[in-house]
């Protein structure tokens, strides 16, 4: 669904992928950085119950996602190499998210029951993940979903700045409920496509 903003923020950044490209940055280091920056952030400062703060910093380090593969294509250095780069670390990126909040949980957040939710939302994210990726490694499709990667990251995101903007700490484990089920729903419907595709081609 957030997808469709993709062009948008894309040429936002335009100028700064053409600068960083002019002072000799590859992609590659963007990548890199961005995914140390989103994970130092949600392990810094949610853990200690900066979460306001914690979205705050993330979120920078969030449009690197964005601003890679633009500078890759502007340069003509897209490959696979760099596609498996960026998926391979933006998933240890949203794993960190969670993370973070399962420390928060066993922490200031005080709920072992929120903290084992942010645990599954962490694994259930990765599942998706690795589902769709598994599919087409066999030659299969495992696209869409009623809760893709960009969909979750933001209602995350979003959620938990509300929460301490608002001082209402319940956005969070909502957001994380919802979460968890449409994680669940996503992972079924794409194991299902598979069978059908795989059921058709015997």
Not at 3 to 16: E, M, Y
Not at 48 to 64: A, E, K
Not at 194 to 200: E, I, K, L, S
């Amino acid at each position: 669904m957030l997808n469709r903003f993709r062009d948008f923020w894309t040429k936002v950044f335009s100028p700064l992928a053409r600068l960083l490209l002019r002072l000799g940055v590859s992609p590659d280091a963007v990548t890199v950085v961005g995914t140390l920056g989103v994970a130092a952030g949600a392990l810094w400062f949610f853990p200690r119950g900066q979460l306001l703060g914690g979205v705050l910093f993330i979120t920078v380090f969030v449009f690197s996602d964005l601003l890679d593969g633009h500078m890759a294509r502007l340069s003509g250095t897209s490959s696979k190499w760099g596609a498996f780069l960026d998926s391979t670390l933006d998933r240890l990126g949203d794993a960190a998210i969670f993370a973070g909040l399962v420390l928060y949980y066993m922490g200031p957040g005080e709920s072992d029951t929120f903290a084992v939710l942010a645990l599954y939302c962490l694994v259930m994210g990765s599942v998706t993940s690795y589902a769709r990726a598994r599919a087409e490694s066999l030659g299969m499709q495992a696209k869409g979903g009623i809760a893709e990667r960009a969909d979750r990251l933001v209602a995350i995101l979003a959620m938990t700045g509300l929460s301490d903007i608002f001082d209402l700490p319940v956005l969070i484990p909502i957001t994380l409920w919802l979460l968890a089920a449409a994680s669940t729903v996503t992972v079924v419907q794409r194991i299902l496509l598979v069978r059908r595709q795989a059921t058709a081609a015997l």
